[in-house]
């Protein structure tokens, strides 16, 4: 009975429990909300799609920017192999190149003039000139003999002449000039071919330096592009001119090269032996606002002041004295009433030191100082020690010796071709700088009367050798072998070579021009000798050979 109650009692609970009534809300939605779900579920999917391709494109983009540093890195790498090779020639270039200018500055030292022994060089040069011969000896002598040996006796003369009247000249300028400011005018000296004895065309000039000097107390300073001070290489050669006062030099004082402040006193100088306003600084010839000598100021200075002079002495002679050239202001022209004149240059130049060194202010008729840097650098001249030299070799040669006549032929033959051409950069100096060179290379057996067409050679084939190289070094600068005779300042003979021919090196124009003059001197050369030469009878030139070039 309890049993049967039980089981009674259980399925009552039961069908009450799962009867529908009893949860309306819950099982009354299901329907409804399926579709919902399953929405949500679609978009869930898509969702969840888009977010796969999204990853997958990331690691495609990943992996080609991982290949991309793997390939960069590499390149790096080869780049790094072939910068290391390349570093390595590079670098082993520039020991050659560092080999090969340390044995040209010993060859230079020891042996850049030491031609005479250097006959495969010579021999080898010329090769486009084969056919091109040189007069046989019996032109040239007659050449010579005809046409320049008789201008000697008039260069003579005219040297007396000017000499003579210049020493008037200045001896009259330092009177008209005050000797408390103006500058202190010395003896003159006659430099350049006229005195050398190798001038052979007309009409003949005589060059004349004067070197002057400051009033007291003042004194030059002068400064080297090869004396310690930083010189660019477009002004070797150069210099400059500081105008002190001599006491500087002698106390050392610093009190002008330190700012001292307004309280502090300088017990070495007093305010009267300071240094001179700007505008007295221009009466000592200085730039403006500087201490250095100007180049422009002094010619104008030396123009008037020989102006003055020969108002002064004028009435003692029967000519007229004026200014030549209105771009050389130190070219003077004497006026005869019978038409004839006779020029001359009279140009001021400052003493290197105790030397025979001078600064000159300009270079009349030449082109050596034709690109100044500025009115404030001066041009070093070594036309004293040149004259010396020659004199000095001259005394070791065989009589009647031909160097003055090589010089002298080749001078003539380059002005009748520049008289046909036009003018070129090669001067005469730079015929005599070859000239000085074989002096010093050949032995004094070697220039005697008869070897005159052998040396000729030579001159022209050094030339062509320098043209061809474009270096012809100045004969002191550099030069460790100048006679101990000649009391050459050292600091020039230990200076590196100066190349006459660099400014040549940039101006490819003028550089042209040049060989283009020199190779057409050489194919008229003949011709223009016998234009000049009186007929020589065949019997003289039987049998006697001419070297070709």
């Known amino acids: 009975m309890p049993v049967g109650l039980f089981r009674v009692c259980l399925l009552v609970i039961t069908a009450i429990v799962n009867h529908p009534l009893f949860f309306p809300k819950e099982n009354g939605t299901v329907p409804e909300n399926t579709e919902e779900i399953i929405q949500k579920m679609k978009e869930r999917e898509e969702s969840l799609r888009l977010e796969q391709l999204r990853l997958e494109q990331e690691i495609a983009d990943q992996e080609a920017t991982q290949k991309a540093l793997e390939k960069a890195a590499v390149v790096v790498e080869e780049s790094k192999e072939e910068k290391l090779r390349w570093d390595m020639w590079t670098a082993l270039s520039m020991v050659v190149s560092l080999l090969i200018e340390l044995w040209r500055q010993d060859f230079q030292e020891g042996n850049w003039q030491d031609i005479g022994g250097e006959e495969d060089d010579m021999a080898v040069l010329g090769k486009a000139f084969k056919g091109v011969a040189l007069p046989n000896k019996a032109v040239l002598a007659s050449f010579y003999e005809k046409r320049i040996l008789g201008t000697t006796g008039d260069m003579a003369r005219m040297r007396e002449m000017v000499e003579g009247f210049a020493d008037d000249l200045l001896e009259a300028l330092r009177s008209v000039c005050n000797r408390d400011a103006d500058m202190e005018v010395e003896d003159c000296m006659g430099v350049g071919s006229m005195y050398e004895n190798w001038r052979v065309r007309k009409p003949f000039v005589c060059d004349l330096i004067v070197p002057f000097a400051p009033p007291e107390p003042y004194c030059f300073r002068c400064q080297t592009w090869c004396s310690g001070d930083s010189f660019p290489p477009d002004e070797q050669g150069y210099g400059t001119i500081k105008v002190c006062r001599a006491d500087e030099d002698a106390t050392g004082c610093i009190c002008d090269k330190t700012k001292l402040g307004e309280d502090m006193l300088c017990l070495l100088h007093s305010q009267v032996s300071s240094t001179k306003p700007s505008s007295e600084m221009e009466d000592l010839l200085c730039f403006k606002n500087t201490q250095y000598l100007d180049a422009d100021q002094v010619m104008k200075w030396f123009q008037i002041a020989v102006t003055?002079?020969?108002?002064?002495?004028?009435?003692?002679?029967?000519?007229?004295?004026?200014?030549?050239?209105?771009?050389?202001?130190?070219?003077?022209?004497?006026?005869?009433?019978?038409?004839?004149?006779?020029?001359?240059?009279?140009?001021?130049?400052?003493?290197?030191?105790?030397?025979?060194?001078?600064?000159?202010?300009?270079?009349?008729?030449?082109?050596?100082?034709?690109?100044?840097?500025?009115?404030?650098?001066?041009?070093?001249?070594?036309?004293?020690?040149?004259?010396?030299?020659?004199?000095?070799?001259?005394?070791?040669?065989?009589?009647?010796?031909?160097?003055?006549?090589?010089?002298?032929?080749?001078?003539?033959?380059?002005?009748?071709?520049?008289?046909?051409?036009?003018?070129?950069?090669?001067?005469?100096?730079?015929?005599?700088?070859?000239?000085?060179?074989?002096?010093?290379?050949?032995?004094?057996?070697?220039?005697?009367?008869?070897?005159?067409?052998?040396?000729?050679?030579?001159?022209?084939?050094?030339?062509?050798?320098?043209?061809?190289?474009?270096?012809?070094?100045?004969?002191?600068?550099?030069?460790?072998?100048?006679?101990?005779?000649?009391?050459?300042?050292?600091?020039?003979?230990?200076?590196?070579?100066?190349?006459?021919?660099?400014?040549?090196?940039?101006?490819?124009?003028?550089?042209?021009?040049?060989?283009?003059?020199?190779?057409?001197?050489?194919?008229?050369?003949?011709?223009?000798?016998?234009?000049y030469t009186v007929h020589i009878p065949l019997a003289h030139t039987n049998g006697i050979r001419k070297e070709p070039l």
Not at 354 to 377: C, E, G, K, M, Q
Not at 425 to 445: E, M
């Open 308 to 531: 003055k002079a020969w108002n002064r002495i004028s009435h003692k002679y029967e000519f007229d004295l004026s200014f030549s050239l209105l771009d050389s202001p130190g070219a003077l022209k004497i006026k005869f009433k019978s038409g004839k004149s006779i020029a001359f240059n009279l140009t001021p130049v400052v003493q290197y030191e105790n030397s025979d060194v001078y600064f000159i202010s300009h270079f009349p008729r030449s082109s050596l100082a034709a690109d100044v840097p500025s009115s404030t650098h001066w041009f070093l001249t070594f036309a004293v020690y040149e004259r010396r030299f020659i004199q000095l070799v001259s005394k070791t040669l065989p009589a009647n010796a031909c160097h003055v006549s090589c010089l002298q032929i080749l001078s003539f033959l380059h002005g009748k071709q520049c008289s046909l051409t036009g003018p070129s950069g090669l001067t005469n100096y730079h015929l005599k700088t070859v000239l000085l060179h074989l002096l010093q290379a050949r032995p004094s057996q070697d220039w005697a009367p008869e070897k005159l067409e052998a040396r000729l050679q030579d001159m022209l084939k050094f030339l062509e050798k320098c043209l061809h190289e474009k270096k012809l070094y100045h004969f002191f600068i550099g030069n460790g072998k100048v006679p101990a005779e000649l009391g050459f300042p050292i600091i020039f003979q230990k200076a590196e070579p100066l190349n006459l021919f660099r400014p040549f090196v940039l101006r490819r124009d003028i550089y042209r021009k040049m060989v283009d003059t020199f190779h057409e001197m050489l194919r008229n050369m003949s011709a223009l000798i016998n234009e």
